[in-house]
Every structure is written in structure tokens, then in C-alpha cells.
């Protein structure tokens, strides 16, 4: 079992939705819980990190950590054709070792 | 401000070759880490440098190997190359090691083992 799980998708939305992209993971030491953005032939960047169970929220993005039940949320409200890339959740392990989901691939149709 | 930068883009090799990629972190960090993202999948860590030491490796064979300068920058050599290491090699960098310390990602290097 990997130690965090995420639908690769792909996911296809009209322009204008909300989505909801989801990781599950096994290690109970995480403490941080990222959310990274990655267009093609790009590499990776960071769109929010959360430490505790709750909500945060960053403009049309917002993340959610349910520490009970092991399980990320990332929602995007108002979806645009330019949120169409990969998102990936990732967890640092130790200082700076970031254990990365799969990646969700999602299109935003205008 | 440049951003990180990773050279070459692209690189094609052979089973058995051995390949050297090399990485410009953003100005002013001094950590950088290095990731194998096969396609399709999340990236994997492979090791971080900081004062020119290996500080964590992930669980990659000795066939991995880096190197930090004095001027931050580091390479990562591959020996005995396999076809599975056909990836795209990410460098990151970040100011500090604690874990809410950005990193920041180059574009990669893909590699192609044939």
C-alpha cells in the first residue's frame, strides 16, 4: 500500500464548476499537508499547505484535512480553463522529503 | 530573478551508460533536493544536499549519486543506467530545511533510457 493515494483521474469539468480533488494517506506522523500544481512540461508548484484538521482558503482554492480520517480535500471554486494542469498532494516526511500522491490530471472545458 | 534551472532539457542514453544532470537553485538557497517523476506518476524522492551532504535519501540504489558546490548548485550522476530510469528528474530548492520551507521546482530533465 503506498503510503498516500490519489484518483489519477483524468477529471473533465465545464468552466465554472467546483471541484474536488482527494488524497488519502496511512502515515498518522504526517503533520503537514501540501497541495502542489503541475503544468505540462513544468515542474511542480506549491498552491497551499495546511498543518492541522480544518479548512483553509485561498482565493478560489480551498484545502481541507480531516486527520481522522487520513483524507485531503482540495476544492476549486469557479473553476477556469487555466486551473487545467495536474494536481498532486504531497506530505513532507522527516525535514524536507515530500511523499507525493499520483497526481490528478484535470480539464476545465470552457 | 531566475528561477530554479535544470540542464540538459532532454537526454537520450543507453543501458549501462552513466548520465550527469546538473541544477541551479534560486537565488539565495542554499537546499536542494532532487526527484524522479515517471510518467504518469507522483514525484519520488531521491536525496537532499545542504553545505555540500547528502541530509536524506529516499529509497533509490546506490546507482544514485549527487554533489552540492560551494555555490549551491548540484548534480545528480546515474551509473549503470537501466531502462526503469526513464523519467523526468526534478530539482528543487528551498532557504532552510524545515518542512513549510517552499520548495521550488525546475522544469526537469527527461531522460530516455533506450
Known amino acids: 500500500q503506498k503510503e498516500v493515494e490519489q484518483d489519477p483521474g483524468p477529471l473533465s469539468v465545464p468552466e465554472g464548476a467546483i471541484v474536488s480533488l482527494n488524497c488519502t494517506y496511512s502515515n498518522s506522523a504526517f503533520q503537514y499537508f501540501m497541495w502542489y500544481r503541475q503544468y505540462s512540461r513544468k515542474g511542480p508548484e506549491l498552491l497551499m499547505y495546511t498543518y492541522s484538521s480544518g479548512n483553509k482558503e485561498d482565493g478560489r482554492f480551498t484545502a481541507q484535512v480531516d486527520k481522522s480520517s487520513k483524507y485531503i480535500s482540495l476544492f476549486i471554486r469557479d473553476s477556469q480553463p487555466s486551473d487545467s494542469a495536474t494536481y498532486l498532494c504531497?506530505?513532507?516526511?522527516?525535514?524536507?522529503?515530500?511523499?507525493f500522491g499520483q497526481g490528478t490530471r484535470l480539464t476545465i472545458n470552457p | 530573478d531566475a528561477g530554479v534551472t535544470q540542464s540538459p532539457t532532454h537526454l537520450i542514453k543507453t543501458r549501462g551508460q552513466q548520465v550527469t544532470l546538473r541544477c541551479s537553485p534560486k537565488?539565495?538557497?542554499?537546499?536542494v533536493s532532487w526527484y524522479q517523476q515517471a510518467l504518469g506518476q507522483g514525484p519520488q524522492f531521491i536525496f537532499q544536499?545542504?553545505?555540500?551532504?547528502?541530509?536524506q535519501r529516499g529509497n533509490f540504489p546506490d546507482r544514485f549519486s549527487g554533489h552540492q558546490f560551494p555555490n549551491y548548485s548540484s548534480e545528480l550522476n546515474v551509473n549503470a543506467l537501466l531502462l526503469g530510469d526513464s523519467a523526468l528528474y526534478l530539482c528543487a530548492s528551498s532557504l532552510g530545511q524545515r518542512p513549510t520551507d517552499t520548495q521550488y521546482f525546475g522544469p526537469g530533465t527527461r531522460l530516455t533510457v533506450l
Open positions: 537565488s539565495g538557497h542554499d537546499t
Open positions: 504531497a506530505m513532507p516526511q522527516g525535514a524536507q522529503k515530500l511523499v
Open positions: 544536499y545542504y553545505e555540500e551532504e547528502e541530509r
